[in-house]
């Protein structure tokens, strides 16, 4: 009799937490699923190619996100020049030279405390670092700098991660071959792990297209349309910061909406992108 009312207690009990976990999932799919219906639902309709491909004009009253689309490519790709180096610099140092496992540690410990750090205090120490300290301005520049170190522990655990599923018996094959430490990981590691790579550029550019926060204080405000070198000395508006610009501070709610269609969709194409790049290339590790 007691053992029957506690299989019927944990038979209760397990039921209890399959249904929580069912509803759990529920509630959080349909947010989800509201969440992007409503901002494609709102944001859609005002999406036009005049809106894509002109520049602001305050004496016609005419609204362009043109320079926010080249400031925000600008900013991709002054932060990915930096940050692609440093943190697969790193991630290699860290799995293939480094000896002290104290310090290797240590390093982890401390780009796990990164990227923990919420991105307003990013823009804080970004400001007083890059804009007056080193005295760039607010320039986009100023805001790629403080993008790399949030984006850092990204590039850098995903490369670590990748890095540490290769075999080692690859590494003591090249070894046998004759091949030197560092032949070693540029001809047979590095390839092997391109997928990680490739996963964690590809993920930093989805947080640098959603930024906001740290880039307020850094990158400024500016519609004005810059060529690349020009663009990135100057103060400049992003999408993300475009969208808080027209919703918050000049009430045009319509385009803010479709700027938030718009990311919304590069942020589809960019998990799309790296779900895509990391199944090719394990296929083609496994073939």
């Known amino acids: 009799m007691e053992m029957k009312k506690k299989r019927t207690g944990r038979f209760i009990y397990g039921a209890m937490l399959h249904f929580l976990m ?14 992007i219906i409503y901002v494609l639902w709102k944001g859609i309709p005002y999406v036009t190619w005049e809106l894509l491909s002109t520049k602001p ?54 780009a796990e405390t990164l990227s923990g750090i919420p991105s307003i ?4 120490v970004g400001m007083l670092l890059f804009c007056q300290f080193l005295n760039l301005q607010k320039s986009l520049i100023a805001g790629a700098c403080t993008l790399v170190i949030m984006n850092l522990p990204t590039v850098m655990r995903t490369t670590q991660e990748s890095l540490k599923t290769v075999p080692q018996g690859y590494r003591e094959g090249a ?27 590809i993920l930093s550019v989805g947080r640098i297209l959603g930024e906001s926060a ?33 919703a918050k501070e000049e009430g045009e709610f319509e385009v803010a909406f479709a700027i938030a269609a718009i990311l919304m969709i590069l942020t589809f194409a960019m998990n799309l992108i790296a779900d895509l790049t990391g199944k090719y290339f394990e296929k083609r590790r496994n073939t």
């Open 22 to 35: 069912i509803a759990s999932a529920g509630i959080t799919t349909i947010l989800v699923i509201f969440m």
């Open 121 to 124: 205090i990013y823009g804080l």
């Open 175 to 201: 070894f046998g071959l004759g091949a030197g430490k560092w032949h070693m990981i540029r001809t047979v590691v590095l390839p092997e792990c391109m997928d990680g790579i490739i996963t964690g550029c």
């Open 214 to 246: 740290a880039l307020l204080f850094t990158a400024g405000f500016a519609h004005a349309l810059n060529g690349l070198f020009d663009g990135l000395t100057s103060s400049g508006a992003t999408l993300t910061v475009a969208l808080y610009v027209y």
């Open 57 to 110: 004009s305050y004496l016609s009253g005419k609204i362009g996100i043109l320079p926010d689309i080249l400031n925000t490519v600008y900013l991709i790709l002054a932060t990915l020049v930096v940050l692609l180096p440093l943190g697969v610099g790193a991630a290699v140092y860290l799995t293939e030279y480094a000896k002290n496992k104290k310090m290797v540690e240590l390093i982890e410990y401390a």
